[in-house]
């Protein structure tokens, strides 16, 4: 009874509460849909009472690596920046004159200085500025997010967490110490000595308290004012926790930290996006009118509403 109790709680303090839900190994029934409900904690470990349903058609898929590798591959090469350009013979800088008669010296013709091999000259088949990316369709994008998550669930690695900005304070040394109580050494990065978590949340607005901030404007490149979360001012020291809308989550990104934590609203919003229509355009008036934005995304639908075509084929 009590000695039980006390045990547990020593293993809590020593390997985090994320300890209780890993899975050394994949369970046998993964990727069957079904619906997993997790307990809601605070950002310092401490049970709130709350839980929440994991919808099985997005957190119970099954684990198709071959998409993840092509969402994946899909990403890296929209991130990646071909500005390397070298000047061709046509472009470098020199001048047009012949360089010597073409007959009567006994040497090979020369016609131009500018020639890729002439010291000086251009460069043949250099790198030129180009766009790296590929095309991917929305269903698979979609569905390799879904990949991801069901895998990070399937590992025990997914976390609730009530709040990222109500209780937390903008100190990098408070998350670090609330996230060993949280996550201890099951989500340590390389090295076992930083936490390597990502957290997604719903940005709290300026009436809410939330914290002022600067970003680069991706249009014109100035800074612009932008509002951020006690948690994430208090990760910006922390290399290996990343604090980010929910909207932003990808794949990529949560294949690359170990450990994924969500709040209640990021999760709704999750769902919500990954329940939308791929192709909103093409939704007849008799579709808009059934879709209930202010219903619970969390909620199970009815049998009769559920869709056979969501779950993904094996591979």
């Known amino acids: 009874g009590d000695e039980d109790d006390d045990d547990e709680d020593d293993d ?7 300890a209780r839900f890993r899975n050394e190994k994949i369970p046998a029934d993964q990727g069957l849909g079904a619906d997993k409900t997790l307990p809601v904690f605070t950002i310092d470990g401490t049970p709130t009472g709350e839980t929440l349903i994991l919808p099985g058609r997005h957190f119970d898929q099954p684990l198709r690596v071959d998409l993840v590798h092509r969402v994946v591959h899909w990403q890296r090469n929209k991130a990646r920046k071909g500005r390397k350009k070298t000047k061709t013979r046509g472009e470098v800088s020199g001048t047009t004159r012949k360089a010597r008669p073409q007959k009567g010296g006994g040497r090979a013709r020369v016609g131009s200085l500018r020639a890729p091999q002439m010291r000086g000259g251009g460069v043949a088949h250099g790198p030129v500025v180009r766009s790296y990316e590929t095309a991917l369709n929305k ?3 979609r569905a390799g997010l879904k990949v991801a998550l069901s895998a990070k669930l399937a ?20 998350l670090d110490e609330r996230l060993d109580k949280l996550l201890g050494n099951q989500s340590l990065a390389a090295g076992e000595r930083s936490h390597s978590v990502l ?37 910006r020291n922390m290399p290996y926790v990343h604090v980010m809308h929910q909207r932003g989550l990808n794949v990529y990104d949560i294949l690359r930290y170990r450990s994924l934590a969500m709040t209640p609203d990021a999760l709704r919003e999750l769902v919500r996006r990954l ?20 219903a619970d995304p969390l909620a199970p639908p009815a049998p009769e ?11």
């Open 155 to 174: 590992e025990g690695r997914v976390m609730l967490v009530r709040s990222t900005h109500d209780g937390v304070e903008p100190k990098t040394k408070w």
């Open 275 to 294: 329940d939308a229509p791929l192709k909103p355009g093409r939704m007849t008036r008799e579709d808009r009118l059934v879709v209930d934005e202010d």
């Open 199 to 235: 957290i997604a949340e719903v940005t709290p607005t300026e009436a809410e308290g939330a914290l002022e901030a600067r970003r680069k404007d991706l249009r014109t490149g100035r800074p612009a004012q932008t509002w951020i979360s006690n948690a994430k001012r208090a990760s």
């Open 12 to 18: 809590d303090e020593a390997f985090g509460v994320l």
């Open 305 to 315: 509403a559920r869709d056979p075509g969501v779950m993904l084929p094996a591979a």
């Open 139 to 141: 269903r698979v994008r």
